[in-house]
């Protein structure tokens, strides 16, 4: 509690009255001086007559004459540490200073050359990390987290030879992890999470770390292969989560581990192949696993069930082969079970029930059927069964756990629901797609049952007729946004078992017809990156999209025309055939969709295979759930398709997470996720120029090559198709899309587009973003005959960048971060490309302006 008005008063005068007595230049002078500046207003009891060593958080050495530690935490000391203060402690070896409102250092701070431990956590200190901080050679622990710190990590770090905990989490480091830091081998901790840090592990990085247990680089901008890893011998806690490392998990698996988060990154491989290298790790320790959101195939662990101490087990949203639930009734310390998009088919073992300290379960988004087992889980507080094929109705025993859970959902299954007392706003969130019709729903055997007598006849005809009237205006609302897909489903079927697969073939569009020349549509072979064993053919290609109807057509592009389909075992695609006319060979022309296929990042689109048919070189791309951003910006109606747009026929359907028809009055109502889409688009930018070797430039960014996954992440599709085409697609890049043309491009001299092309048209993109109006032909106020480049502009150079933001997002998020946003696309839109940042530039400006969560 707060001393008052008259207690602050009465502290500070007591303090003065103390300063009154102290000698210049003593250490209970600088610490007096230190908390008067920093305007002390906390209620600590001090003893303001005595000598500064009796304070609480002040310690002084046997003399009394030094102060060799202070412990100032959380006492909302506030502004920059003055000169001639803290900095004269000559003998200080301990300082925490942590949760304040400290903005700024002294330049007598780097004197303290005594220091041990150094804590400034939770503060407000920004600017850069000086090279001075090679004079903490006695460091043993720094802890810098939570501030606003920039710039590089500098090289002086690995003067720090005696550290052992290094917390740099949470600010706005960015550039290459220093080399420097290898030189620390007496680390034990190291977290640099929550950066902006990019670039590979430094060469040696494993092996300079013999003693280290902790490393966190979770929420960075890295990437490359981490096998440096393999030679942390003691680590325990290993987190990377959030980065876009790629190769396989088995070059990190180590004895000792315990914790281990590896999620949101591009870690491939099948499984079973590797799990031969995990013998020497002792799985009886592992007590946190989180593989989420990689490209993961094959098997679930088989090993997993020794883990008899895990609690976290978070295995979602990989690409594993269709299995059966895996044997987890051992597994009884297990608290959080994640295992949705896991191709898990077959029933929910009632097994599960066993698990009595299991608190969350997501099995979403998977091919489970079957009854819901009776869950008598007494501490389940998260459970998610959505997404799919589970019947028979909710055991009472879920029913009545539901009034006390956080968080829970059972649509798109195919479940009955005698549950009267269920609110109907929940049964839209939470069972939509379920049959509540009872009594009818409650024993659909009634209607299967043969009665011979006339009355058994009527009544089973009345019932009959009476479930098909109820059940068909539930349809229409559970399901009857699927008919669409079902009808093409029937279609595709029917036409699968007719197809004369003797070609050539010939396909028309709205706008063309094209001529895949195969004689026999089986003997093409399509290649799937991640399932090199499944014979799919051309022949399959025609069956997934009904033989290329037009029903199936999404969108005809620069590129070509693109259709949807359902490959053999439910690979769900978007075809794009390229039939502008490639100037490469066959050959060729595979090495680069192969290179393609290699490349990953948590915002591109996939590409998940091809096929050389003839003259048309086909990419087939995994399907974007939630359309393009030109489609969700704009509001076009459903069946209006733009370029290139792959998924305005998604929004018509019951399975894609709830959103329907989701244009701006929906998810782009929010100043948050409109950011977000923003810097998912640019680090994909940042990855394709200066990640990849060699560099891919786009030469397409635009609205309508931003698409939306199943999660809401955007995605970037179309990167490295120009060079497909070779020469031929010079011209039509020259002419680009209107509003996205690069001035450059218009100059007599241009030879080629570049990375800062790139940047030029993701300029225009967050214009469209922050403004909600199109490139070109727009209501721009007071310039009818503005593009929305040269509107933005003129309004940035005026100061009045304010007038552009969408009235749509303005209450949502601060008016500076938005108006920062047009700021950096002012920057990214400069007519001389050599003005215009780089994208990582323009990774690290958004990151600053990045709404926090609400």
């Known amino acids: 509690m707060g001393l008052g008005v008259?207690?602050?008063?009465?502290?500070?005068?007591?303090?003065?009255?103390?300063?009154?007595?102290?000698?210049?230049?003593?250490?209970?002078?600088?610490?007096?001086?230190?908390?008067?500046?920093?305007?002390?207003?906390?209620?600590?009891?001090?003893?303001?007559?005595?000598?500064?060593?009796?304070?609480?958080?002040?310690?002084?050495?046997?003399?009394?004459?030094?102060?060799?530690?202070?412990?100032f935490s959380g006492m909302e000391l506030s502004g920059t540490i003055p000169d001639n203060t803290i900095g004269k402690l000559g003998r200080l070896q301990s300082l925490d200073l942590s949760r304040n409102k400290i903005t700024g250092l002294p330049s007598d701070f780097w004197s303290l050359n005594s220091l041990k431990g150094l804590n400034l956590s939770s503060n407000q200190i920004s600017g850069s990390l000086t090279n001075n901080i090679d004079n903490f050679g006695l460091l043993e622990m720094f802890d810098l987290s939570r501030n606003n710190f920039s710039e590089e990590i500098p090289e002086a770090v690995g003067s720090l030879q005696s550290l052992r905990v290094l917390k740099l989490d949470h600010n706005k480091f960015a550039h290459n992890i220093p080399t420097g830091i290898l030189k620390c081998q007496s680390l034990v901790s190291i977290d640099l999470s929550s950066n902006q840090l990019n670039g590979t592990l430094p060469e040696g990085f494993g092996a300079a770390f013999p003693k280290l247990t902790v490393l966190n680089l979770s929420g960075n901008n890295m990437y490359g292969r981490i096998s440096?890893?393999?030679?942390?011998?003691?680590?325990?806690?290993?987190?990377?989560?959030?980065?876009?490392?790629?190769?396989?998990?088995?070059?990190?698996?180590?004895?000792?581990?315990?914790?281990l988060d590896l999620s949101r990154n591009q870690f491939q491989g099948i499984i079973p192949q590797v799990l031969y290298k995990f013998s020497s790790y002792n799985w009886s320790r592992l007590v946190y696993l989180d593989l989420s959101e990689n490209k993961l195939s094959g098997d679930f662990f088989q090993n997993l069930s020794e883990s008899l101490s895990i609690k976290h087990v978070n295995l979602a949203h990989n690409r594993f082969t269709r299995q059966n639930f895996p044997q987890i009734e051992m597994l009884l310390r297990l608290e959080y079970l994640n295992l949705s998009k896991t191709s898990l088919v077959g029933e929910i073992p009632d097994e599960i029930s066993q698990l009595s300290n299991l608190r969350a379960l997501d099995l979403s988004m998977n091919h489970l059927s079957g009854k819901i087992p009776l869950m008598r889980n007494e501490h389940l507080h998260v459970l998610d069964l959505s997404n799919n094929n589970l019947t028979g109705a909710v055991p009472p025993s879920v029913l009545e756990k539901l009034p006390w859970m956080e968080k829970y959902n059972f649509s798109y299954n195919n479940l009955t629901l005698c549950a009267s007392e269920i609110k109907p706003e929940v049964l839209q969130t939470a069972f939509f797609g379920s049959?509540?019709?009872?009594?009818?729903?409650?024993?659909?055997?009634?209607?299967?049952?043969?009665?011979?007598?006339?009355?058994?006849?009527?009544?089973?005809?009345?019932?009959?007729?009476?479930?098909?009237?109820?059940?068909?205006?539930?349809?229409?609302?559970?399901?009857?946004?699927?008919?669409?897909?079902?009808?093409?489903?029937?279609?595709?079927?029917?036409?699968?078992?007719?197809?004369?697969?003797?070609?050539?073939?010939?396909?028309?569009?709205?706008?063309?017809?094209?001529?895949?020349?195969?004689?026999?549509a089986t003997a093409v072979p399509v290649v799937i990156f991640e399932k090199p064993l499944l014979n799919i053919t051309f022949a399959d290609?025609?069956?997934?999209?009904?033989?290329?109807?037009?029903?199936?057509?999404?969108?005809?592009?620069?590129?070509?025309?693109?259709?949807?389909?359902?490959?053999?075992?439910?690979?769900?695609?978007?075809?794009?055939?390229?039939?502008?006319?490639?100037?490469?060979?066959?050959?060729?022309?595979?090495?680069?969709?192969?290179?393609?296929?290699?490349?990953?990042?948590?915002?591109?689109?996939p590409l998940t295979g091809y096929c050389v048919a003839g003259d048309q070189r086909i990419a087939i791309y995994d399907y974007m759930e939630n359309g393009n951003l030109q489609n969700l910006l704009y509001d076009l109606p459903l069946g209006v398709q733009s370029t290139d747009d792959w998924s305005t026929d998604t929004w018509e359907e019951a399975d894609n997470n709830g959103i329907q028809n989701a244009g701006s009055e929906g998810l782009l109502t929010s100043?948050?996720?409109?950011?977000?889409?923003?810097?998912?688009?640019?680090?994909a930018l940042a990855f394709l120029h200066h990640?990849?070797?060699?560099?891919?430039?786009?030469?397409?960014?635009?609205?309508?090559?931003?698409?939306?996954?199943?999660?809401?992440?955007?995605?970037?599709?179309?990167?490295?198709?120009?060079?497909?085409?070779?020469?031929?697609?010079?011209?039509?890049?020259?002419?680009?899309?209107?509003?996205?043309?690069?001035?450059?491009?218009?100059?007599?001299?241009?030879?080629?587009?570049?990375?800062?092309?790139?940047?030029?048209?993701?300029?225009?993109?967050?214009?469209?973003?922050?403004?909600?109006?199109?490139?070109?032909?727009?209501?721009?106020?007071?310039?009818?005959?503005?593009?929305?480049?040269?509107?933005?502009?003129?309004?940035?150079?005026?100061?009045?960048?304010?007038?552009?933001i969408d009235p749509k997002i303005r209450d949502t998020g601060p008016d500076e971060q938005m108006e920062e946003a047009l700021k950096i696309g002012y920057l990214c839109t400069a007519d001389l490309p050599f003005k215009r940042p780089s994208m990582q530039q323009i990774v690290g400006l958004l990151k600053d302006i990045e709404p926090t969560a609400s």
């Open 6 to 71: 008259f207690g602050s008063v009465l502290v500070l005068a007591l303090l003065f009255k103390h300063l009154a007595s102290q000698q210049p230049n003593t250490d209970d002078f600088f610490v007096s001086e230190f908390l008067n500046k920093m305007g002390l207003t906390s209620s600590q009891a001090y003893n303001f007559s005595a000598s500064v060593c009796s304070w609480q958080g002040v310690s002084c050495d046997d003399n009394r004459e030094h102060v060799v530690e202070l412990v």
């Open 228 to 259: 440096d890893i393999s030679g942390l011998k003691s680590i325990v806690n290993l987190n990377i989560s959030g980065n876009s490392f790629q190769g396989s998990i088995m070059d990190v698996f180590q004895g000792s581990l315990e914790v």
């Open 435 to 520: 049959l509540n019709s009872c009594p009818i729903a409650a024993n659909p055997r009634l209607f299967k049952q043969r009665d011979t007598g006339q009355k058994g006849m009527k009544l089973a005809l009345a019932l009959t007729f009476s479930m098909i009237f109820v059940l068909t205006g539930l349809l229409f609302l559970a399901v009857g946004c699927r008919r669409k897909t079902k009808m093409w489903e029937f279609k595709q079927a029917s036409y699968k078992e007719e197809q004369n697969i003797s070609g050539p073939f010939s396909f028309q569009t709205d706008s063309t017809t094209w001529v895949a020349d195969v004689k026999q």
């Open 541 to 605: 290609l025609l069956a997934a999209t009904s033989n290329f109807d037009r029903g199936t057509l999404l969108a005809e592009g620069k590129f070509g025309p693109v259709y949807r389909g359902f490959l053999p075992g439910g690979i769900h695609v978007a075809v794009k055939v390229l039939v502008v006319g490639s100037t490469l060979t066959d050959e060729k022309a595979a090495r680069e969709l192969e290179f393609l296929g290699r490349i990953k990042h948590p915002n591109l689109v």
């Open 671 to 683: 100043w948050r996720f409109r950011h977000k889409i923003a810097l998912g688009t640019a680090r």
């Open 691 to 804: 990640g990849c070797s060699p560099p891919i430039i786009h030469r397409a960014v635009k609205a309508s090559s931003v698409y939306l996954d199943y999660d809401l992440e955007p995605r970037l599709s179309d990167f490295g198709l120009a060079k497909i085409f070779g020469s031929g697609l010079d011209d039509e890049i020259a002419r680009g899309s209107p509003g996205y043309v690069p001035p450059e491009f218009t100059q007599p001299e241009f030879d080629t587009p570049t990375p800062k092309s790139d940047v030029y048209c993701f300029g225009v993109v967050l214009f469209e973003l922050v403004t909600g109006k199109k490139p070109v032909g727009d209501d721009y106020p007071d310039d009818k005959e503005a593009t929305l480049v040269s509107w933005v502009r003129g309004l940035v150079r005026k100061s009045q960048a304010s007038r552009a």
